[in-house]
């Protein structure tokens, strides 16, 4: 590991230049692919430059994770909660650094990126004291002098591979609930936010936490992430847990279903929000700027479609455009104010530039149509370098059709579809009528439009008077449909994913006992006599 000046004397800081981390040891340092991390909203700023995992580094990786395991998988879970509580506190410390170096790397703003990192505390609190838990059951026995019990049992070598949105975030929904419940890791973070993986993956050996236990390997999805869903075929990985899109995450499932496995796989969404004709207005406002336009549309939570009941949603649509007036975009890392950063990757920003090809072929009302901001056209209050970053305004289309693909393609960007209903059946319809099932929300302030709508949501999140991100971090987060296979990360769901329960029989009495065969039985009296009640016999 190295730190390289920038090319171009960043302002930023410097490059950092370092190798796969598996079994305490950096490899691959000389590999002939490499690739770097930019800075989004400076695309001079190198970030990182790493080596390009192929399929013999994944299964280095993955054979030392296995090796590892044997030990880890020993050590009291008190203890290993332990590592994961000093990791939480190793997170308190940096939280600023890593804050600071998250928005660098993926154009978050600061108080966002330090919710990110905040969201990884918060798990780290809550998985350090279920050491002291992660509780199994005693059962009565049938049979005497026998007991039954039941544990929680490690699953071996978890692959987890993740998205850049969240790098700090949800890499720590699943690497810590892994570690604490006795397995060991082969990570594949995004190519996007792998300086700040490493700057996470870090921590965990600071903390104590085993060398070989916790196993980095970067690179691309479709080379190194397919190389790592390549080795549940090979028999490496025991579990895979899967962030990113639907289309992937499919061919995810496939692979682990022909083995047997369940995975983990949290998937794209287009996240419905209802604004009800008796909702307050200027919350339901403010709350769809938000869920629409925060972190720029680049959160799986973000808001998709927009459901208007008739009678407000002239009176929406006009304050809803008036407070866009007042978005600030621009440079995170410097500009504490702004609304949103730059797109993340180029690749986001291609994907939302065509996506207004779809509005077209719906035939919808463009209210705000986003473009890349250029030099020289920058909008108001406009902080960045529009030349060096990847920065876009805001997209409003109306009158949307929810059966057009407009509405039903997840665009991953500051883009929302307004759909004008009648009537709570069809502001439901519209909820519920996508493939995907993540999150969603509802203004409203009628009990009944609430409890209709939080018993016949199909999402797996669902939030009322408040938007459809922010979800906290001991809840069960996942979705449905496209957006997953029903499997949750955080809280006490994660456990699930993360361990196989044991039942163990012990049998005391000190002779052979035969379950179901050799069961005393109860000795009763006759049933009362019903025959009179039944019909004669012929
Ligand atoms: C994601 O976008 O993958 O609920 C995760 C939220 C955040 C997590 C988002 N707490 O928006």
């Known amino acids: 590991m190295q730190f390289r000046e920038n090319p171009k004397g960043s302002q930023y800081g410097r490059t950092l230049v370092v190798g796969h981390w598996i079994g305490g040891k950096e490899v691959g340092e000389k590999a002939k692919e490499r690739f770097q991390s930019l800075n989004p909203a400076w695309r001079d700023d190198v970030v990182g430059d790493f080596p390009v995992g192929t399929a013999k580094d994944v299964e280095q990786a993955c054979k030392t994770a296995r090796d590892a395991f044997k030990a880890w998988r020993t050590v009291p879970a008190p203890i290993r909660g332990e590592a994961i509580g000093r990791l939480g506190q190793l997170l308190r410390r940096e939280k600023e650094r890593l804050s600071q170096l998250l928005s660098r790397e993926i154009g978050k703003p ?37 007991e039954l019990e039941t544990f929680r049992r490690p699953l071996g070598v978890c692959a987890i591979i993740t998205a850049g949105n969240f790098p700090v975030a949800v890499p720590s929904w ?60 090979k028999g490496l990985v025991d579990k895979i847990s899967f962030t990113g899109s639907s289309a992937v995450g499919k061919r995810v499932g496939e692979v682990a279903g022909r083995n047997l496995q369940v995975p983990s796989l949290e998937l794209g969404g287009k996240n419905p929000m209802v604004v009800m004709e008796d909702a307050d207005l200027e919350l339901a406002v403010t709350g769809a700027i938000w869920s629409a336009y925060g972190t720029g549309g680049q959160r799986c939570t973000s808001l998709g479609n927009l459901i208007l009941h008739k009678k407000i949603a002239d009176k929406f649509v006009k304050r809803f455009l008036d407070q866009v007036k007042t978005l600030h975009m621009g440079d995170p890392s410097f500009d504490e104010d702004i609304t949103y950063g730059p797109m993340i990757n180029e690749r986001f920003l291609k994907r939302y530039l065509e996506h207004h090809k779809m509005a077209e072929k719906a035939g919808a009302k463009a209210l705000l149509v986003g473009e890349r901001i250029k030099k020289g056209k920058e909008p108001k209050k406009f902080t960045g370098d529009a030349e060096k970053g990847l920065y876009v305004t805001p997209t409003l289309y ?81 979705g449905n449909g496209w957006s997953g296979n029903g499997t949750r990360e955080s809280g006490i769901w994660v456990i699930d994913a993360y361990t196989k329960w044991q039942c163990v029989n012990i049998d005391d009495s000190g002779g052979l006992q035969l379950a179901q065969i050799e069961t005393e039985g109860v000795e009763g009296g006759d049933p009362q006599d019903i025959d009179p009640l039944l019909p004669s016999k012929t």
């Not at 919710?115 to 004291?129: K, L, M, N, P, R």
């Not at 936490?209 to 196993?215: K, L, R, S």
């Not at 997840?410 to 009528?433: C, L, Q, S």
Request: hydrophobic fraction near 40%; glycine fraction near 8%; proline fraction near 6%.
């Open 110 to 146: 600061l108080r966002e990126a330090r919710g990110d990192v905040q969201e990884a505390i918060d798990t780290a609190s809550f998985f350090h004291s279920e050491g002291r838990r992660l509780y199994g059951q005693t059962v009565p026995s049938e049979l005497r002098r026998k």
């Open 398 to 478: 109306d009158n949307v059709d929810i059966n057009s693909e407009l509405a039903q393609t997840e665009v991953f960007g500051p883009t929302i579809n307004i759909i004008r209903v009648a009537d709570f059946d069809e502001a439901i319809a519209a909820a519920n009528g996508t493939p995907y099932g993540l999150s969603s929300s509802i203004y409203t302030n009628d009990p009944v439009y609430r409890h209709r709508f939080k018993t016949e949501i199909t999402a797996g999140m669902t939030s009322i008077n408040n938007t459809t991100s922010g979800a906290e971090a001991h809840l069960p987060f996942g």
């Open 174 to 233: 699943k690497m810590i609930p892994a570690v604490l419940c006795g397995n060991t890791v082969v990570w594949k973070p995004s190519e996007d936010s792998s300086a700040i993986a490493w700057a996470f993956a870090s921590l965990f050996r600071a903390a104590g936490v085993p060398e070989g236990v916790v196993n980095v390997v970067y690179g691309p999805g479709p080379s190194t992430g397919q190389a790592l869903v390549d080795a549940i075929d």
